[in-house]
């Protein structure tokens, strides 16, 4: 059988034509861990015609370079093979369904032959395309001498002396030549999570590098399906409106040739499909709305309208888009000396308390032995105590102290191993040292390379993407060469006409905060959120839950009030982008996640409850406005 196989993929397949109809593209993974439940449930009842996966987390890159390190045949999203593929392999092939994903990390060439190895062990013929060409680290040595140099898009610093990865953002060309050219199955490396959407789109209804609209709603589509559930009721600030968490639905995207699409799930699952769901989703970890910076297009979302299209399922539409800019962005990653983290639960009374208490007497007493050893101290220390509304800092409920468990987490950062084991060492004593109550050590806490992350641009015609299909070189264009710029330049260089409020009424926010049964209620009343990370920044969408209550949010979520009411956390400038299609504002909040991903020390380093905090941030508002439910605060 496997000899049969192997002659039948060294056929040369004639390219499969695209689809006349709407096209129906479902999401079935959203990050490298993501549940197996995905590709099964899309395949057997979504109904499809494409299967795109999304796998690669900005540090997901540099962990899978470490796993090449280790095994040269390794450096890929091994689940896409051993768990998704394998599972359904079998059906896609039989139904028609083609595949995209950028399960290929830092090795798409090694995933490719592990796909390859597993068709054959199944007995399936399949036509299998790679795309490789992000790996930009041999440029590095030649950029380090560049002038101007290469400054780090957010803290301008140099670039590190020991680059780990750097993997350009490749867009959805190289995706739609590879299906152009007949591929059953694409394999990418790093390319922008939305590329294997667009794509897709591309390939299918024949858009070209110029229709910058409909490149614009394509990337918004993959943009609502690329982080799994996230679109069908995960995450949704209503989170007990939605049901069957257990078989909750993957999203699938009903796309159509203007760049519109529907969102909706399969028949039967779980979760919820809601224009407030997908709003959430929309504003997540993007910046300007009007200048999403993307290798394919500049989007301009503002004017999107998100609106109910029937049972499950919600319409987008009204995307805009202009040219790009002519630079990639590259995500490179560096190891700067080690981290650990350590954890003690206390129980009883005054659990927080004897957990501070705790906390501070490990790094008094580590601190003295590494001095006594000739070691410098920790770099950096972070302590919280999870359960008391630590990451609310000033902001925590008096209730919150009164717990009676609480969680010490520890974290610390040294230029050498040594001092971090020293400190892993003495977490356990504290069991029988000083606090009654102390237990759930855990064993004792590893030590790890503090890897962190350096975005910088690159000019596109320094990169040259490529597309292998089954041993033959695919011709592939790199997208529009304009002139490299900055982003912020890119940003700042356009300036258009903000659109009108088509659906908010001619009223004065204060006026409505001034009512007579004017009263004080948390955010959350008024309001849908979610947020997300960017390196070092986060960003929070606000959608107002009823049009016509914008006017009083804007007049009292401003960029200084949210600035004050984050400021625990956030230690750069705030910026408050409008989205009025959505009745809706991203607020841009910049040095806010401790540096982020595994550079910060947090509890929450990619600001997933910055959403959750601002939320609680009391408004004034007419008491009319209000059916009676349970106040969250």
């Given at each position: 059988?496997?000899?049969?196989?192997?002659?039948?993929?060294?056929?040369?397949?004639?390219?499969?034509?695209?689809?006349?109809?709407?096209?129906?593209?479902?999401?079935?993974?959203?990050?490298?861990?993501?549940?197996?439940?995905?590709?099964?449930?899309?395949?057997?009842?979504?109904?499809?015609?494409?299967?795109?996966?999304?796998?690669?987390?900005?540090?997901?890159?540099?962990?899978?370079?470490?796993?090449?390190?280790?095994?040269?045949?390794?450096?890929?999203?091994?689940?896409?093979?051993?768990?998704?593929?394998?599972?359904?392999?079998?059906?896609?092939?039989?139904?028609?369904?083609?595949?995209?994903?950028?399960?290929?990390?830092?090795?798409?060439?090694?995933?490719?032959?592990?796909?390859?190895?597993?068709?054959?062990?199944?007995?399936?013929?399949?036509?299998?395309?790679?795309?490789?060409?992000?790996?930009?680290?041999?440029?590095?040595?030649?950029?380090?001498?560049?002038?101007?140099?290469?400054?780090?898009?957010?803290?301008?610093?140099?670039?590190?002396?020991?680059?780990?990865?750097?993997?350009?953002?490749?867009?959805?060309?190289?995706?739609?030549?590879?299906l152009d050219a007949g591929a059953q199955i694409v394999v990418t490396g790093r390319c922008v999570d939305s590329a294997v959407t667009l794509g897709v789109l591309m390939y299918a209804f024949g858009w070209s590098a110029a229709d910058h609209d409909a490149l614009s709603g394509g990337s918004l589509a993959g943009h609502i399906i690329e982080c799994g559930c996230q679109a069908t009721g995960?995450?949704?600030?209503?989170?007990?409106?939605?049901?069957?968490?257990?078989?909750?639905?993957?999203?699938?995207?009903?796309?159509?040739?203007?760049?519109?699409?529907?969102?909706?799930?399969?028949?039967?699952?779980g979760g919820l499909i809601a224009p407030a769901c997908v709003a959430e989703q929309m504003l997540y970890e993007i910046h300007d709305p009007a200048a999403y910076l993307l290798p394919d297009v500049t989007c301009d979302w503002r004017d999107v309208r998100i609106e109910p299209a029937g049972a499950e399922r919600v319409r987008v539409h009204g995307a805009r888009g202009r040219a790009p800019?002519?630079?990639?962005?590259?995500?490179?990653?560096?190891?700067?000396?080690?981290?650990?983290?350590?954890?003690?639960?206390?129980?009883?009374?005054?659990?927080?308390?004897?957990?501070?208490?705790?906390?501070?007497?490990?790094?008094?007493?580590?601190?003295?032995?590494?001095?006594?050893?000739?070691?410098?101290?920790?770099?950096?220390?972070?302590?919280?105590?999870?359960?008391?509304?630590?990451?609310?800092?000033?902001?925590?409920?008096?209730?919150?102290?009164?717990?009676?468990?609480?969680?010490?987490?520890?974290?610390?950062?040294?230029?050498?191993?040594?001092?971090?084991?020293?400190?892993?060492?003495?977490?356990?004593?504290?069991?029988?040292?000083?606090?009654?109550?102390?237990?759930?050590?855990?064993?004792?806490?590893?030590?790890?390379?503090?890897?962190?992350?350096?975005?910088?641009?690159?000019?596109?015609?320094?990169?040259?993407?490529?597309?292998?299909?089954?041993?033959?070189?695919?011709?592939?264009?790199?997208?529009?060469?304009?002139?490299?710029?900055?982003?912020?330049?890119?940003?700042?260089?356009?300036?258009?006409?903000?659109?009108?409020?088509?659906d908010e009424p001619a009223t004065d926010g204060a006026d409505a905060a001034d009512a007579p049964d004017a009263i004080e209620v948390p955010l959350i009343r008024l309001a849908w959120a979610r947020s997300g990370d960017k390196g070092d920044t986060s960003n929070i969408g606000v959608i107002a839950r009823r049009p016509e209550w914008l006017p009083l949010l804007r007049a009292q979520l401003?960029?200084?009030?949210?600035?004050?009411?984050?400021?625990?956390?956030?230690?750069?400038?705030?910026?408050?982008?409008?989205?009025?299609?959505?009745?809706?504002?991203?607020?841009?909040?910049?040095?806010?996640?401790?540096?982020?991903?595994?550079?910060?020390?947090?509890?929450?380093?990619?600001?997933?409850?910055?959403?959750?905090?601002?939320?609680?941030?009391?408004?004034?508002?007419?008491?009319?406005?209000?059916?009676?439910?349970?106040?969250?605060?």
């Amino acid at each position: 059988m496997k000899q049969a196989v192997e002659q039948v993929l060294d056929k040369k397949y004639a390219a499969v034509a695209p689809p006349a109809r709407a096209v129906r593209i479902g999401g079935a993974s959203g990050f490298w861990g993501d549940s197996s439940v995905g590709a099964p449930q899309l395949v057997a009842g979504g109904q499809i015609d494409f299967l795109v996966f999304d796998y690669l987390a900005e540090l997901t890159m540099s962990i899978l370079a470490g796993a090449r390190l280790k095994k040269p045949e390794l450096g890929y999203a091994t689940d896409f093979v051993t768990v998704a593929m394998r599972g359904v392999l079998h059906d896609v092939v039989a139904h028609g369904i083609r595949v995209v994903s950028n399960a290929g990390g830092v090795n798409p060439e090694g995933c490719a032959d592990a796909l390859r190895a597993l068709a054959a062990e199944l007995g399936v013929a399949v036509k299998i395309a790679v795309v490789t060409g992000d790996d930009v680290r041999p440029l590095i040595d030649e950029l380090r001498r560049a002038e101007p140099p290469v400054r780090e898009l957010q803290s301008g610093a140099p670039l590190p002396p020991r680059v780990l990865t750097a993997n350009a953002y490749l867009g959805a060309l190289p995706v739609k030549a590879a299906l152009d050219a007949g591929a059953q199955i694409v394999v990418t490396g790093r390319c922008v999570d939305s590329a294997v959407t667009l794509g897709v789109l591309m390939y299918a209804f024949g858009w070209s590098a110029a229709d910058h609209d409909a490149l614009s709603g394509g990337s918004l589509a993959g943009h609502i399906i690329e982080c799994g559930c996230q679109a069908t009721g995960g995450l949704f600030t209503d989170w007990q409106d939605v049901p069957d968490w257990p078989h909750i639905g993957y999203p699938i995207v009903e796309c159509a040739a203007d760049g519109s699409f529907v969102v909706t799930k399969p028949p039967g699952t779980g979760g919820l499909i809601a224009p407030a769901c997908v709003a959430e989703q929309m504003l997540y970890e993007i910046h300007d709305p009007a200048a999403y910076l993307l290798p394919d297009v500049t989007c301009d979302w503002r004017d999107v309208r998100i609106e109910p299209a029937g049972a499950e399922r919600v319409r987008v539409h009204g995307a805009r888009g202009r040219a790009p800019t002519g630079s990639y962005k590259v995500s490179a990653t560096y190891a700067e000396g080690f981290r650990t983290a350590a954890q003690l639960t206390i129980v009883g009374f005054d659990a927080v308390a004897k957990a501070r208490r705790t906390g501070q007497a490990i790094l008094a007493r580590v601190g003295g032995l590494l001095a006594a050893q000739g070691l410098a101290p920790f770099s950096d220390t972070h302590l919280e105590v999870l359960g008391a509304e630590s990451c609310y800092g000033p902001l925590a409920r008096p209730g919150a102290l009164a717990t009676r468990e609480a969680v010490l987490r520890l974290t610390a950062c040294h230029a050498d191993r040594a001092a971090l084991e020293l400190l892993a060492r003495e977490i356990a004593p504290a069991g029988t040292s000083w606090s009654p109550g102390t237990t759930g050590a855990g064993g004792r806490a590893g030590v790890s390379p503090s890897i962190r992350q350096y975005a910088f641009l690159l000019d596109k015609a320094r990169v040259q993407p490529r597309v292998r299909l089954e041993g033959d070189e695919i011709s592939v264009p790199n997208g529009p060469l304009a002139p490299a710029e900055s982003a912020p330049e890119a940003i700042k260089n356009v300036v258009i006409a903000a659109p009108a409020l088509a659906d908010e009424p001619a009223t004065d926010g204060a006026d409505a905060a001034d009512a007579p049964d004017a009263i004080e209620v948390p955010l959350i009343r008024l309001a849908w959120a979610r947020s997300g990370d960017k390196g070092d920044t986060s960003n929070i969408g606000v959608i107002a839950r009823r049009p016509e209550w914008l006017p009083l949010l804007r007049a009292q979520l401003t960029e200084a009030r949210v600035a004050r009411h984050l400021a625990h956390l956030v230690e750069g400038p705030v910026t408050r982008h409008e989205v009025p299609g959505i009745h809706a504002f991203n607020f841009v909040c910049q040095r806010a996640l401790g540096g982020g991903g595994m550079a910060s020390l947090r509890n929450d380093p990619l600001g997933k409850g910055m959403a959750q905090i601002l939320l609680s941030l009391p408004v004034r508002a007419p008491a009319h406005w209000f059916t009676p439910r349970p106040e969250a605060a």
